[in-house]
């Protein structure tokens, strides 16, 4: 098989895909941006309502995940994208670390997350809007509505990343002010009725007892993978690095914001009236202000929609770039002349996500595919952190001269700590997609049900990365570098 196209002579060590993005695609996303689309990316404080079910037990786990994967995912990507700066995050590291191949499955599996979430993010949003204007819609209309939500972010996805950013930035600061609100609302309540809905437990809070509630931690790890997302625009970046401060900050947020999304709940609903989909809004209602439960629906559906226009934005570049490594049509790598998005990228991922909803959707009862598509996007998006983990270890020896000549971010304490920072991320990862595929979500769903669902997903996912690889690189081996590009050489001349 043909080695991925490098650049001419004097960038030999360069995939075309760290070059030519660099100059086509604008640099907007400053230090702020990149914190608000760190968050809207990994940050869904719908996340709270299912892992409150855990009860208090659910802080420990939170615990568990901050110190066993957010934190070494953090440090990991920063130092990768510090290192190599470009377009396409864990795909551009896995190849320079490990080997095309295993470059083109890891850059997959933190693809096809876009794809499940397709298939996510509508159905809350229209559970959000249901609850909100108190209509329950049938079947058949329920996936309208969703298919209908799907492509109106995509649509909006479409447009100037500047457009994004500006609304974002406002859309960022309604997310703290809700967060907040949603701590605040559970403080009120539980003084106002003599203590917390769920009692409290200082033991249950830090019981890390994973032998009963791995479940959470599996969910726990869900809401929190997706740190290398935001690398995926790397050439997008002002200034690399912006990219440092963008993985601490936002981790810092992420951290506060679903400790108070999760306090908030379980100190103002009784676990007997939790709703895993709809709770967070629900903590309103304790309130006895009529209305505020449903303005709080609205506003957690508008902000979920907009985290997933985000996504799609952030995605589609990962399409973009495997079309300029040869791994799918040259069509891929097509850039709408105004906006500079990879708009045919937008559509593939739009196309196959409403497949997936009627599909999907139309076989068992919504909360079972729901949960079971959050169970198999966790062990799929978990998978590929090894491909930005282990990388780390590999670059500190393979590298060596460059961690000692160049200047960019790493982790403190030389290789041997990085390492153990490593290690500690592999560990809390395999961790998470053992207990993902192991138990249930939900107690309402039977472990051969819940197992199948989960496995089925996963196995079909890995089939499609198989003939998607070998039929791309069939496909594009017969353009040459110069066919592939042309298009984008006559961008810029277009822009000139």
């Not at 650049?7 to 400053?30: C, F, H, M, N, R």
């Not at 040259?330 to 708009?343: A, D, I, S, W």
């Not at 395999?430 to 199948?452: E, Q, R, V």
Request: aromatic content about 14%.
């Amino acid at each position: 098989m043909a080695a991925p196209s490098s650049t001419s002579a004097g960038t030999s060590d360069k995939l075309i895909s760290e070059i030519v993005p660099d100059q086509v695609l604008p640099k907007v996303l400053g230090t702020f941006d990149l914190v608000a689309v760190y968050v809207f990316i990994i940050f869904f404080i719908s996340g709270s309502s299912i892992i409150a079910g855990g009860g208090w037990a659910s802080i420990s786990m939170w615990l568990a995940g901050f110190v066993l994967f957010l934190a070494p995912a953090a440090a990991a990507v920063a130092e990768l994208g510090g290192m190599w700066p470009a377009q396409g995050g864990v795909y551009i590291w896995s190849y320079h670390t490990m080997s095309e191949r295993l470059a083109f499955l890891g850059g997959f599996l933190s693809w096809i997350p876009v794809i499940l979430a397709g298939t996510l993010t509508p159905a809350a949003a229209v559970a959000y809007f249901s609850y909100a204007f108190d209509f329950q819609p049938g079947l058949t209309a329920n996936i309208v509505l969703q298919l209908v939500l799907l492509w109106a972010c995509v649509a909006f996805a479409m447009r100037k990343l500047t457009l994004t950013q500006s609304i974002a930035r406002g859309v960022f600061i309604f997310y703290g002010v809700l967060v907040t609100a949603v701590f605040v609302a559970g403080i009120i309540v539980a003084t106002r009725e003599g203590g917390s809905a769920v009692p409290f437990s200082a033991g249950e809070s830090l019981s890390f007892d994973f032998s009963q509630y791995g479940w959470v931690f599996g969910v726990v790890l869900l809401y929190l993978v997706g740190v290398e997302t935001p690398y995926n625009m790397g050439a997008e970046f002002l200034k690399a690095r912006n990219a440092t401060k963008m993985a601490l900050w936002g981790s810092i947020i992420l951290a506060v914001g679903y400790i108070f999304g999760t306090v908030g709940i379980l100190l103002s609903t009784p676990a007997d009236e939790l709703d895993a989909v709809t709770g967070v809004p629900r903590v309103f209602d304790y309130l006895d202000v009529s209305g505020l439960g449903r303005i709080g629906a609205v506003g957690v559906a508008l902000v979920s929609l907009m985290a997933f226009t985000i996504y799609q934005s952030a995605y589609s570049r990962l399409v973009f770039v495997s079309g300029l490594e040869r791994h799918l049509p040259r069509l891929f790598t097509h850039l709408n002349p105004r906006t500079r998005n990879p708009v045919t990228a937008l559509l593939l991922q739009g196309v196959i996500s409403s497949i997936l909803v009627v599909v999907l959707y139309s076989q068992q009862s919504l909360t079972t595919i729901f949960l079971s598509i959050q169970g198999a996007l966790t062990v799929l998006w978990l998978a590929s952190g090894f491909f930005f983990l282990f990388p780390v270890i590999i670059a500190r020896r393979k590298y060596a001269e460059r961690y000692a000549t160049e200047d960019f971010w790493r982790i403190p304490g030389g290789t041997w700590a990085a390492t153990a920072v490593a290690a500690v991320g592999i560990f809390g990862t395999a961790m998470g997609i053992y207990y993902t595929f192991t138990l249930p979500f939900s107690a309402d769903i039977p472990k051969s049900t819940w197992m199948w669902n989960v496995g089925s997903i996963t196995a079909g996912t890995l089939i499609a990365a198989v003939v998607i690889y070998l039929a791309g690189r069939r496909s594009a081996s017969k353009l040459s570098d110069d066919e592939r590009l042309l298009h984008l050489a006559q961008l810029e001349l277009g822009q000139a």
